[in-house]
């Protein structure tokens, strides 16, 4: 059993910043990859930005330049900071990881999502 769970969304004026983690717990082994994904109202879900075991990171291009994946493996935790904030970040954010279990099984887990809105 692995859960996921996020914090840091909220409320935020155009220009301006805000940071999202998410924090597994669990009967956790390793874990892989580390993403995020928004889903805007009416559309589908997409990937943000992903952060592989190696920290190799991988972003869309519509927030290159403006949102950072880190992560912190002590802590089974990811981040998402994200700065120049524009209304159509506006979406509900989801982490999600792949996860190797203690009981020997693996697979990917997502966290419930967190709402970010940004203001005009």
């Known amino acids: 059993q692995v859960q996921l769970v996020e914090s840091g969304g909220g409320l935020v004026q155009a220009g301006g910043s805000l940071r999202l983690s998410c924090a597994a717990s669990g009967s956790i082994f390793s874990i892989g990859t580390m993403a995020w994904y928004r889903q805007p109202p009416g559309k589908q879900r997409d990937l943000v930005a992903s952060?592989?075991?190696?920290?190799?990171?991988n972003y869309a291009d519509s927030v290159k330049g403006r949102f950072t994946i880190s992560r912190d493996n002590a802590k089974n935790t990811v981040y998402l900071e994200m700065n120049s904030l524009k209304p159509e970040d506006t979406a509900v954010y989801y982490c999600?990881?792949?996860?190797?279990?203690?009981?020997?099984?693996?697979?990917?887990?997502w966290g419930q999502g967190t709402q970010v809105t940004v203001s005009s």
């Open positions: 999600q990881m792949t996860v190797a279990t203690r009981l020997g099984g693996a697979g990917n887990y």
């Open positions: 952060i592989s075991s190696g920290a190799r990171t």
